[in-house]
């Protein structure tokens, strides 16, 4: 069984704060939380064998990159 928690993100605005300082907060906190990319990637449905290349891909180009700097 999956649990899925929501949590609300809740920013404290004091009452000198400016309006746009606040929502740089709330939306740096709400990168941080990595929703918008789960919901890019649940958009369509990707095979596991195509997700396993994607991360072979993705291995053997950082070894590529690791050796070169050696």
Known sequence: MHLNFLIMLSIPVKENDNIER??????????????????????EFVKPSLLNREARKKAVYKNLKSFKED
């Open 22 to 43: 606040c929502l740089k907060r709330f939306k740096k906190k709400f990168d941080r939380t990595k929703k918008m990319k789960e919901l890019r990637t649940r958009r």
